[in-house]
């Protein structure tokens, strides 16, 4: 059944936007409550900066610029909040969720990118993503578009394709590094395709090589940026840490589906070829999408660590388009087909898991504004933990971005990693009473211990989320 000859190019604008739709209310209803959390701070901060300055921060950052870069005219047109920047996340993914059914209907049919965008939706981390204030919504979108525009240039080739091909992954290494997996992928699968598609693998070529050429003046920051060091906040990851990360990245229902998809079609493909249809070289490059992501950065690790799930999250488009391409092959019967995609999207509403928020600043900050007298003082620890603090704290110190500490320290607010000078300080000043606001565990009773050495008692604690609240009085 040829879905597209079925259903017209308006109605398959109408689902376009349905499922645009469905993953915005899905994904903004709650962010309006939330608190910042993690790395949105920094982000929330630099994005504010002028342009010249966010260019110089990432000279010495582990990822370019590009989010934080769009992110200082978003600010621009809806100011500096978190909602407004968690908005543009939102609206980022609800867009990919759109982009991949109406992208690849154009040349697969209906079904196929219907179920590829449906799993997305249902991504358990690909929705905590979308609800966060940094680079990977943007990272996934741009993702979509290469993978897309490769695939045309596959079967369509053309300078046009090529073009939008070299500046869709200039865009995916100027977002985020470890996007070089995608292109090493597409010029990997390219093998198998050396006797039927000459023409296009000359202009991906070139179209690589112009991709290179722009990334070129910025290789330099990223090369001593992300040297192996052995100091990187991930570390080296082992054989029996692969399951937990499957598991983190597709739930194990989802990479299991896939896995018996992929040997179905295969057996199919050898032995039973009538009952398959479509290219299976483009489910090699699904599934190399996914799965040679994960190998390749467990491998690279063990030099450089990189395997975060969140830094390699935009190979979970391969998987969900391996899921979706797989039952396109498949030469059955339509109804035969849909029983099989609503079984699929059943496994994925019954496996979806949401991540609890794992911070809230704003209660914490209430509370030391509620009970704050005299202007006491208060530790915050460690120190880079100061820019969420004076969001909530002292939205216009925040803003002033030059000068947010000094206006902190006029207010007594003391950030710092040094907890000889937070016992010096306090024997100093002699307040009666006194507040810490930790974010990070590890050194927590240990500062609380070498306060209450001073005299103090806790009062208040309060560590359900980070960060963790203590006040202290003598």
């Given at each position: 059944?040829d879905?597209?000859?079925?259903?017209?190019?308006?109605?398959?604008?109408?689902?376009?936007?349905?499922?645009?739709?469905?993953?915005?209310?899905?994904k903004?209803?709650?962010?309006?409550?939330?608190?910042?959390?993690?790395?949105?701070?920094?982000?929330?901060?630099?994005?504010?900066?002028?342009?010249p300055?966010?260019?110089?921060?990432?000279k010495?950052?582990?990822?370019?610029?590009?989010?934080?870069?769009?992110?200082?005219?978003?600010?621009k047109?809806?100011?500096?909040?978190?909602?407004?920047?968690k908005?543009f996340?939102?609206?980022?993914?609800?867009?990919?969720?759109?982009l991949?059914?109406?992208?690849?209907?154009?040349?697969f049919g209906?079904l196929?990118?219907?179920?590829?965008s449906?799993?997305?939706?249902?991504?358990?981390i690909n929705?905590?993503?979308?609800?966060e204030?940094r680079?990977?919504?943007l990272?996934?979108?741009?993702?979509?578009?290469?993978?897309?525009?490769?695939?045309?240039?596959?079967?369509?080739?053309?300078?046009?394709?090529?073009?939008?091909?070299?500046?869709?992954?200039?865009?995916l290494?100027?977002?985020?590094y470890?996007?070089?997996?995608?292109?090493?992928?597409?010029?990997?699968?390219?093998?198998?395709?050396?006797?039927?598609?000459?023409?296009?693998?000359?202009?991906?070529?070139?179209?690589?090589?112009?991709a290179?050429?722009?990334?070129a003046?910025?290789?330099?920051y990223?090369?001593?940026?992300?040297?192996?060091?052995?100091?990187?906040?991930?570390?080296?990851?082992?054989?029996?840490?692969?399951?937990?990360?499957?598991?983190?990245?597709?739930?194990?229902?989802?990479?299991?589906?896939?896995?018996l998809?992929?040997?179905?079609?295969?057996?199919?493909?050898?032995?039973?070829?009538?009952?398959?249809?479509?290219?299976?070289?483009?489910?090699l490059?699904?599934?190399a999408?996914?799965?040679?992501?994960?190998?390749?950065?467990?491998?690279?690790s063990?030099?450089?660590?990189?395997?975060?799930d969140?830094y390699?999250?935009?190979?979970?488009?391969?998987?969900?388009?391996?899921?979706?391409?797989s039952?396109?092959?498949?030469?059955?019967?339509?109804?035969?087909k849909?029983?099989?995609?609503?079984?699929?999207?059943?496994?994925?509403?019954?496996?979806?898991?949401f991540?609890?928020?794992?911070?809230?600043?704003?209660?914490?900050?209430?509370?030391?504004?509620?009970?704050?007298?005299n202007?006491?003082?208060?530790?915050?620890?460690?120190?880079?933990?100061?820019?969420?603090f004076?969001?909530?704290h002292?939205?216009?110190?925040?803003?002033?971005?030059?000068?947010?500490?000094?206006?902190?320290?006029?207010?007594?607010?003391?950030?710092?990693?040094d907890?000889?000078?937070i016992t010096?300080?306090i024997?100093h000043?002699?307040?009666?009473?006194?507040?810490?606001?930790m974010?990070k565990?590890g050194?927590?009773?240990?500062?609380i211990?070498?306060?209450?050495?001073l005299g103090?008692?806790?009062s208040?604690?309060?560590d359900?989320?980070?960060?963790?609240?203590?006040?202290?009085?003598k």
């Amino acid at each position: 059944m040829d879905f597209k000859k079925t259903i017209s190019p308006k109605t398959l604008w109408y689902i376009t936007i349905l499922i645009f739709a469905i993953n915005f209310i899905f994904k903004f209803w709650s962010v309006p409550g939330m608190s910042m959390y993690e790395d949105e701070p920094f982000a929330l901060f630099v994005g504010q900066q002028s342009i010249p300055e966010i260019v110089e921060i990432h000279k010495n950052d582990s990822n370019p610029f590009t989010h934080a870069l769009i992110m200082h005219f978003w600010f621009k047109l809806f100011g500096v909040s978190l909602v407004a920047g968690k908005l543009f996340s939102v609206l980022l993914s609800s867009i990919t969720a759109g982009l991949i059914f109406q992208l690849f209907s154009k040349r697969f049919g209906f079904l196929f990118p219907l179920l590829a965008s449906l799993l997305f939706t249902l991504s358990g981390i690909n929705f905590f993503h979308a609800q966060e204030m940094r680079i990977y919504p943007l990272l996934i979108l741009i993702t979509v578009l290469s993978v897309h525009y490769f695939i045309e240039l596959l079967f369509q080739p053309n300078w046009k394709n090529a073009l939008k091909l070299a500046m869709s992954n200039f865009l995916l290494l100027m977002s985020h590094y470890t996007a070089f997996f995608l292109p090493l992928i597409e010029l990997g699968i390219l093998i198998f395709y050396i006797q039927t598609h000459k023409k296009s693998i000359k202009l991906f070529l070139i179209s690589q090589f112009f991709a290179a050429l722009l990334f070129a003046p910025w290789f330099f920051y990223a090369a001593i940026n992300n040297m192996p060091t052995g100091k990187s906040w991930l570390q080296m990851p082992y054989l029996k840490d692969i399951p937990w990360f499957i598991n983190r990245m597709a739930t194990y229902p989802i990479a299991l589906l896939n896995i018996l998809l992929f040997i179905v079609i295969s057996y199919l493909k050898l032995w039973k070829k009538k009952l398959v249809a479509g290219d299976y070289r483009l489910l090699l490059f699904f599934n190399a999408f996914f799965w040679g992501t994960i190998a390749g950065s467990f491998i690279i690790s063990k030099k450089i660590p990189i395997m975060s799930d969140r830094y390699l999250l935009f190979a979970t488009i391969g998987l969900f388009l391996a899921i979706g391409y797989s039952i396109h092959m498949l030469n059955i019967k339509p109804k035969t087909k849909g029983i099989l995609s609503a079984l699929i999207i059943i496994i994925g509403l019954s496996s979806i898991t949401f991540r609890p928020i794992p911070e809230n600043w704003p209660t914490k900050i209430e509370y030391i504004k509620k009970y704050r007298n005299n202007n006491e003082l208060i530790f915050v620890y460690p120190w880079w933990s100061y820019r969420a603090f004076a969001f909530y704290h002292d939205k216009e110190a925040f803003e002033d971005y030059h000068l947010t500490t000094r206006r902190l320290s006029v207010d007594k607010v003391i950030p710092t990693n040094d907890i000889d000078f937070i016992t010096e300080k306090i024997k100093h000043e002699n307040s009666k009473t006194l507040y810490l606001v930790m974010y990070k565990g590890g050194k927590d009773e240990e500062i609380i211990n070498r306060i209450k050495a001073l005299g103090y008692n806790v009062s208040y604690r309060k560590d359900k989320l980070k960060p963790t609240l203590v006040q202290f009085k003598k």
